[in-house]
């Protein structure tokens, strides 16, 4: 029931591509429960072993009564209380049993989903950049919440319900036919039915909640659009059009939705009717059998057989729950085995070389890179760049700007050819010793949640709050720290009121505070006021100043300052000297620098 | 909840009203099996009974139960179809108050809300619909029928029945009181778990750059494991509800044996009625659980309906006037006089006193830095925002005046962020101009510097939700192309060049310059390279006009236009521009 809430969808499960490999993957990580999960099992064998034989004792006591009515000395109470009192211990055995079995289970799932967390958490930080550039985040961020916990809700269930319901049908079996051969007959007569009513039901409604679930997703994405849009649909009257379009997905929503909600809906009815039928059975045939025997103590058996009829149907719908279940578990396990099992970055533990200090001479030799195998964007580079001169990488909007900042900082692997830092080649170095070589100054300006010392030492043990304060001062962030309530820890958060210029000078203050020999800066466009502009470029001077910097230019007098400028195209690098050599080499770049700053052609 | 059902057309009271004689039916007949059961006992404890009269009462129970069936799967039907035609309308009714909202109440609410409201929250009511509504008209019934019947028989065990009932109330209100606030905090920890991974990921390469891995991940363990021990207790709580349910019922059925046994002894009972006891008490019980049940649900509905009613009961603050103007003849004028806004909710003025005139033909630009204002003087032109004081008049018109279909016609908008719609290439640019002409089309693609575009991927090439699957610069230029299709009066240029390089930025401007000479560009940008060429310059900063006049009258005389074009070109780039 209350998966009927998340959707109306619960008919709907998605499939595993193999449910037979997701079920071996996910047996293999729970194996460190095995033992707590054996016992969970005996618990719930325990509980429904109780609770089946449980209804013969009452079939007795039934027996007693009638046989007390019969008989000139009463009812048997002593013995009715005897029973009595043994049910009583029974029950709470069961329901003991019971408990202890959820309790173990509960505590097996929620164990293991912390761990399906942890781990992608932890694979997140070890996958190679090209996995996520490629992919959105909100499919990894919907494995890290919604799958693991769709398998913390399901699994739980499903395996104990599993195991209750063999065993309750099992035990029935054995009980009905001990009891009455001929009652029990009757009672598992309807089984078939029931299935083959299920099974018909499921199949057609199966359809319809497919094609509703396809008409809301598409709802969805018309809906998300155009309220998205909103300003742009009212300039261009195009409401009414919106609105047609949604009209013809909405009714098609109706058609389908009614027809699987109904469907579905017969489920429950028609197995209650089969159920009833059932217990019908039993009351007729019982009742022919006692009179036929003349025996008046069949009561007893009716009686019981009431009962084990109500529990019988009870492991059937079970059963169809279940696989439900299980589908949408194991689709969503695969989901995180498959993030789990994508290929990571790789090993450096042989990797002895290690630069400690570097003066910050940068070679590229023959260097051949592209992103996806056999299309080379950037062929043939080289370029030598002395320590601390002053690179800029210039180039149209889409001309590939990143692909050296990902090359420099080893986020992807040049295909051939080497970089090398004062003479040693990049792939002898672990990743995390050429990250401790670069600053980095990103364009998105990214901080996190945490004070503002922490985003300033970020990951860094040991830096002295005097250090910090010359960096603020550096920076001009001096007076805004000063003026927050907790000074430098302050928390920044979604409440924190903070500039984007200040972020860029955040991030910038960030760079300075690790005092890397080398540096990779993206200017800012755009988007900070003229004061904060003058601000930030002061600041980007003092960090650059004595340092081997690439800079992702965009403002003139950086890109005419610099020692090299390296000026990219399609993802090539197609053109480098200085502003001068390439000014009159008359080639793209200065094509680029004319576009920008000549008049516009009269007319 | 009860507001909702105010937007039920009035056949659905007639659907509920025959839906619930329906399930009054269905449960009379769910409760005479019991009488006729307990007609079967009494024979087989008769001795020298007739079969026949065991297969007579047989049938009949058999009969029961099918017509209890067909009942049942009636009142599904028409719970269905009313529930699905319901949300049908409200998603309808919300969607349609939602497209007559101006921008004004579209921030009120948010976008991302307002897409949870029309889908989830819609979706929320139609299942409480399907399945609550059902439970809640069953389950007072069925109790009634019940107890009625159980009236009178033996006031024992009705008492005892009662306390079945008691201990499940209690049991469950204390699992409400100690889980509920549990379980609300649990979505704010998964959220928490969310927020801290996509800093991770969204960070990824200044986490890397940092060599800051094992920071993140301990901050990540931090949220796990406060989420784990939440979602333990939780459960560990709620694993106590299937037990002691158990209990409570197996309990029962021994209690009212047993005690019957007595009762019988005693001479008080029969046997027969003891057996139908059995299910009369469970009867009760079910009721019970069926209406925990809607409780469970009730809170969900009923902040989703709230939800809705907020959205279809929003007045409108901009709507159109009862008698528009008549056309003046004039084509292509903007005008400001002395315009002051501030948002609805906003404290302060985002623009003080205004004032301009754009004439037709001209090409007028407006630069300013961050939050100076320009694209809120601009949102006031297409009323997507009321003026607070002063007025905008387009042809010598107060826009106020204007049914607003007739003054977008006169508008060619061109937003900041450029959004295309799902459909194809041909479909986008006709937006504003559903019988353009192919050679109109061709027209407009070239002026944008859209051709590659074309080429590319031709009219009939697929365009994703948003324009997904195209870049920003070329949603920009398809994005300028369709407002040029449109031939409107007045182009508006909200920052609409700035994901396009220099080069690029340069031959439109040029090719709209030699193009489209009879209409007004209103243009609103960053760069100076942009505008440099303009007619007429506004200069905004907070949100009042600082400058006015052409590139070189400004950069002779206003101290933050010279600001910002130092920030931007060279010094020499300024004095040989």
Redesign the interface.
């Known amino acids: 029931?209350?998966n009927?809430?998340g959707?109306?969808n619960v008919q709907y499960a998605e499939r595993p591509r193999s449910m037979k490999k997701s079920f071996g993957k996910l047996a293999l990580f729970l194996k460190p429960y095995l033992i707590p999960m054996i016992v969970a099992l005996l618990c719930a064998v325990a509980?429904t072993v109780f609770?089946i034989i449980?209804p013969d004792r009452?079939g007795r006591?039934?027996a007693?009564?009638?046989e007390?009515?019969m008989s000139p000395d009463?009812?048997d109470?002593a013995q009715?209380?005897q029973i009595?009192l043994s049910?009583?211990i029974m029950?709470?055995c069961?329901?003991?049993f019971?408990?202890a079995q959820?309790?173990i289970?509960?505590?097996i799932?929620?164990?293991a989903?912390?761990r399906f967390?942890?781990a992608?958490?932890?694979k997140?930080?070890r996958l190679p950049?090209k996995y996520?550039d490629t992919r959105s985040?909100g499919d990894?961020?919907s494995r890290?919440?919604n799958d693991v916990?769709m398998i913390?809700q399901t699994l739980?269930q499903s395996l104990s319900q599993m195991v209750t319901a063999v065993t309750m049908i099992v035990g029935l079996l054995i009980m009905m036919f001990i009891t009455s051969w001929q009652l029990a007959i009757v009672a598992v007569a309807t089984v078939p039915v029931s299935i083959i009513l299920v099974l018909i039901i499921v199949s057609i409604s199966q359809k319809y909640f497919k094609q509703q679930q396809n008409y809301?997703g598409a709802?969805?994405?018309?809906?998300?659009?155009?309220?998205?849009?909103?300003?742009?649909?009212?300039?261009?009257?195009?409401?009414d059009k919106?609105?047609n379009t949604?009209?013809g997905i909405?009714?098609r929503?109706?058609g389908s939705?009614?027809?699987a909600?109904?469907l579905s809906?017969?489920m429950?009815?028609?197995m209650?009717?089969v159920g009833?039928?059932g217990y019908?059975?039993v009351?007729?045939v019982?009742?022919?059998i006692?009179?036929?025997n003349?025996d008046?103590t069949?009561?007893g058996v009716?009686?019981s057989f009431m009962?084990y009829v109500r529990l019988f149907s009870q492991p059937l719908t079970q059963f169809s729950q279940v696989a439900n279940t299980m589908q949408s578990t194991m689709a969503a396990a695969e989901r995180v085995f498959d993030f789990l099992e994508e290929e990571e970055m790789s090993d450096e533990s042989g990797m002895t070389a290690k630069l400690d200090s570097v003066k910050g001479d940068i070679r590229f030799e023959h260097v051949n890179f592209g992103y996806v195998p056999g299309k080379i964007i950037i062929h043939d580079f080289n370029v030598d760049i002395k320590a601390g001169q002053k690179v800029a990488i210039v180039g149209?909007?889409?001309a590939g700007k990143t692909t050296l900042?990902n090359l420099l900082?080893k986020?992807y692997d040049v295909t051939s050819g080497e970089i090398y830092i004062d003479g040693v080649p990049v792939s002898s170095l672990t990743?995390?010793n050429v990250?401790?070589l670069?600053?980095?100054v990103?364009q998105?300006t990214?901080l996190?949640?945490g004070t503002i010392r922490e985003n300033l030492t970020?990951?860094?043990e040991g830096i002295s709050d005097d250090t910090l304060n010359k960096v603020l001062k550096a920076t001009g962030l001096e007076h805004f720290v000063k003026t927050l309530p907790h000074g430098l820890d302050t928390v920044l958060d979604d409440n924190t009121n903070i500039s984007?210029g200040q972020r860029q000078l955040l991030?910038i203050a960030?760079a300075m505070v690790?005092n890397a020999p080398m540096l990779i800066l993206d200017e800012a466009?755009?988007?900070?006021?003229?004061?904060t502009?003058?601000l930030i470029?002061q600041a980007m001077d003092n960090l650059t100043h004595g340092r081997t910097a690439f800079i992702i230019a965009h403002?003139?007098?950086t890109i005419?300052n610099a020692d090299i400028i390296l000026v990219m195209k399609d993802g090539n690098i197609i053109e480098q000297g200085n502003h001068a050599q390439l000014m009159e080499k008359g080639g793209f770049y200065a094509?680029?620098y004319n576009?920008?700053?000549d008049?516009?052609?009269e007319? | 909840m009860i507001r909702i059902l105010k937007n039920f057309k009035w056949y659905y009271w007639l659907m509920l009203a025959l839906m619930l004689l329906i399930i009054v039916g269905q449960v009379q007949l769910d409760l005479i099996v019991p009488e006729y059961m307990s007609q079967i006992v009494s024979l087989v404890t008769t001795p020298g009974s007739e079969m026949s009269e065991i297969w007579r009462v047989g049938l009949i129970m058999i009969a029961c139960a099918f017509g209890s069936l067909v009942c049942t799967v009636l009142a599904s039907f028409i719970a269905a179809r009313m529930a699905a035609g319901f949300a049908e309308l409200l998603r309808d009714k919300v969607f349609r108050k939602v497209e007559s909202f101006s921008m004004n109440e579209i921030n009120k609410f948010s976008t991302a809300s307002l897409i949870t409201r029309c889908t989830n929250d819609v979706q929320q009511i139609q299942t409480f619909i399907t399945i609550g509504l059902r439970l809640l008209i069953t389950a007072p019934i069925m109790a009634i029928g019940a107890i009625v019947k159980m009236s009178g028989k033996s006031g024992e065990l009705t008492l005892l029945t009662f306390a079945g009932v008691l201990v499940i109330v209690v049991f469950v209100l204390f699992i409400y009181i100690v889980a509920v606030p549990r379980f609300k905090s649990i979505q704010k920890l998964t959220d928490r778990i969310n927020k801290v991974t996509r800093e991770n990921l969204t960070g990824l390469r200044v986490v890397r750059a940092y060599n800051a891995e094992a920071y993140q991940e301990e901050k990540f363990d931090k949220a796990n494991t406060a989420v784990t021990k939440t979602y333990l207790f939780v459960n560990r709580v709620l694993s106590l509800m299937q037990p002691v349910m158990q209990i409570v019922m197996n309990g029962l059925s021994l209690g009212i044996v047993w005690l019957g046994a007595t009762l019988i002894n005693a001479n008080v009972l029969e046997l027969p009625t003891m057996m139908s006891f059995t299910m009369y008490s469970m009867q009760v019980i079910l009721s019970f659980l069926m209406l925990i049940m809607v409780f469970i649900f009730m809170p969900r509905a009923s902040v989703s309906s709230k939800r809705i009613n907020e959205v279809l009961s929003t007045k409108n603050i901009i709507n159109d006037p009862e008698t528009p103007a008549a056309d003046t003849g004039i084509k292509g004028e903007l005008e400001f006089r002395n315009v002051s806004f501030k948002y609805p909710d906003g404290d302060g003025y985002v623009l003080k006193d205004i004032s301009f005139k754009a004439e037709k033909g001209q090409t007028f630009a407006i630069i300013g830095s961050t939050g100076s204002g320009k694209s809120s003087l601009l949102n006031l032109i297409p009323r997507f925002y009321d003026v607070t004081e002063g007025e905008v008049l387009v042809d010598g018109v107060n826009v106020k005046e204007y049914r607003q279909e007739e003054l977008h016609d006169k508008i060619g908008y061109v937003p900041q962020k450029a959004v295309l719609f799902s459909g194809t290439v041909d479909s986008n640019l006709r937006f504003g101009k559903e019988d353009a002409t192919r050679e109109e089309l061709a027209k407009a693609v070239k002026i944008a510097q859209a051709n590659n575009i074309i080429e590319k991927k031709g009219y009939g090439g697929n365009v994703a939700q948003g324009g997904q699957n195209m870049s920003g610069g070329q949603k920009q230029r398809m994005s300028i192309a369709r407002a040029i299709v449109k031939n409107p009066e007045i182009y508006l240029f909200d920052d609409s060049f700035s994901a396009l390089d220099y080069k690029t930025d340069r031959l439109l401007r040029e090719a709209i310059n030699k193009n489209i000479k009879d209409a007004t560009n209103i243009i609103v940008a960053q760069r100076i390279g942009t505008i440099k060429n303009a007619d007429r310059i506004l200069v905004l900063d907070d949100g009042r006009v600082v400058g006015d006049g052409t590139h070189e009258e400004l950069l002779a005389n206003c101290s933050v236009y010279q600001e910002i074009a130092h920030s931007q070109l060279s010094k020499e780039e300024l004095a040989n521009g």
Request: one cysteine or more.
């Open positions: 029931m209350a009927m809430a959707g109306g509980a609770n449980s009452i006591i039934t007693l009564i009638t007390g009515l009463g009812i109470l009715i209380g009595g049910l009583v029950y709470g069961c329901a003991v019971g408990y959820g309790w289970m509960t505590t799932t929620q164990r989903c912390n967390r942890k992608i958490s932890r997140i930080n950049l996520f985040y990894v961020l890290v919440t916990d913390g739980n809301l709802i969805n994405g018309h809906i998300e659009e155009v309220f998205s849009s909103h300003n742009v649909i009212k300039a261009y009257n195009a409401e919106m609105i949604f009209d909405n009714r929503i109706y939705a009614w027809r909600q109904f809906g017969m429950q009815p028609i209650t009717f009833n039928l019908v059975g009351c007729i019982g009742g022919i006692a009179i036929q003349g008046v069949f009561i009716i009686t009962i149209p909007t889409g900042v900082m986020f990743r995390a990250h401790d670069f600053g980095m990103l998105d990214w996190f949640e970020y990951g860094k984007q991030t960030r690790e466009t755009s988007s900070v006021d003229t004061r502009e003058i470029q403002r003139l007098s005419k094509d680029l576009s920008q700053f008049q516009a052609e007319e």
